[in-house]
């Protein structure tokens, strides 16, 4: 049997797509696990509708963005962002804290689409090869469309030679008993509690919350690698472990995530790239899930047209780059110079005495503030 659209993997990109794909159409969304979403592979945030207007101006319609309570496990206000000496600046940014794995589980659910679970992409060659992780027997499946949404490690990405992003390394702990404010999510920067990323502590509520670390391979010291770093930041780090000290770890996640700009294709004949396979992300924050939603939500609308005749698949990538581009590269630029003012510690320290709170402001909404334009010159 031929589908008109599958959508392989099924994390907030595909749910959307399924989501926004029409009943009339024969889909079949695609995903390796038994329960979708889960385990959650990242810090479960997603800006308010407030902040997404100021983050995504061009966007027009932000509906997508009324995140219904029951997914919400918490509404912080501020960030605390801690430099490397203990000093830190506290900005007003509205986010949610959801329980990510059942937001992805209900929206593709309740697509109304057929969905195969227990099921791996293999690779593609004009169809899918997949793999039944129940009878570990691999077939063939065909499509019309193929909707690649299969994360940062895309076997679609891969398979059409196009996979060329460099992506950052996560590890989490969920934990109870973390003694923090629960209106803050709290970011630290430096070389020895997240070399090349941010360290975070985001509260879900109730004494729970996310506590992890994302990295980058070529800033780690020697000998050194990401369950260290996570274990330092939890255990021994000061201005962290005050906040954990009578913490215990509920569960234990990895992942990882793409941290650049966007590939300048995302269709490929009658393939969509979608969310991190496309690379789609805010890399100076690793800010993934506001972009899947969008991008999916995009894909799905182009495919109904093209069905009908309306549009061709390449309307997708005009789309998307009209409504997210913008935004995407400033902050690919931002974590460029971040790149080099945080070269050292020392050097972090020196160059944030310049950094105030309004410039924060704007680098967390994707903005570079005039100082940070006029020193990218002498930043070495």
């Known amino acids: 049997m031929k589908y008109d659209v ?22 079949v969304g695609i995903d390796k696990r038994e329960k979708l979403g889960y385990p959650v592979e990242c810090g479960e945030l997603i800006p308010t509708k407030s902040e997404m207007k100021r983050l995504l101006p061009k966007l027009g319609d932000y509906s ?46 309740s697509s109304g689409h057929e969905i195969r679970k227990r099921t791996k ?14 009878s570990m027997k691999d077939y063939e499946l065909d499509a019309e469309v193929v909707v690649a949404s299969d994360g940062a490690n895309s076997r679609i990405a891969k398979s059409l030679g196009v996979w060329k992003y460099e992506i ?15 209106d803050t999510v709290y970011m630290f920067v430096g ?39 996570l274990e330092r930041f939890v255990r021994e780090y000061p201005y962290s472990s005050q906040y954990l ?48 939603m969008i991008a999916g939500d995009i894909a799905g609308n182009v495919i109904n047209d093209y069905f009908e005749g309306k549009k061709n698949l390449d309307e997708y990538d005009s789309a998307w780059r009209e409504k997210m581009l913008d935004a995407m590269m400033r902050s690919y630029r931002i974590k460029q110079l971040w790149d080099k003012i945080s070269k050292t510690d020392e050097k972090l320290c020196k160059y944030f ?22 020193a990218e010159k002498f930043i070495f």
């Open 64 to 109: 997508l963005f009324e995140i219904p309570e029951k997914y919400k496990s918490n509404k912080t206000k501020y960030f605390e962002f801690v430099i490397p000496n203990g000093k830190s600046v506290e900005i007003e940014f509205e986010m949610l804290v959801i329980n990510r794995d059942k937001f992805i589980s209900d929206v593709a659910e």
């Open 191 to 229: 070389s020895d509690i997240a070399p090349g990323g941010y360290a975070w502590i985001i509260p879900k509520g109730n004494g729970v919350a996310n506590v992890g670390v994302g990295i980058r391979q070529r800033f780690l010291k020697r000998g050194d690698n990401i369950h260290k770093v």
């Open 121 to 134: 992409i293999i690779d593609y060659n004009g169809k899918l090869r997949l793999r039944d992780l129940r």
């Open 353 to 374: 005495r310049f950094i105030g709170k309004g410039d924060m402001c704007a680098i967390l909404r994707s903005k570079i503030p005039l100082k940070l334009r006029i």
């Open 245 to 292: 000290r009578k913490a215990e770890i509920i569960n234990k996640i990895g992942a990882v995530a793409p941290v650049d700009k966007p590939l300048n294709k995302t269709v490929f004949d009658k393939v969509l790239l979608v969310g991190d396979s496309a690379s789609m992300i805010l890399s100076h924050v690793a800010a993934g899930i506001p972009i899947s």
């Open 6 to 27: 599958a959508v392989a993997g099924i994390g907030v990109a595909g749910a959307f797509t399924l989501r926004a794909l029409s009943k009339k159409l024969r889909v």
């Open 168 to 182: 950052a390394a996560a590890k989490q702990y969920v934990m109870s008993g973390v003694n923090c404010r629960e």
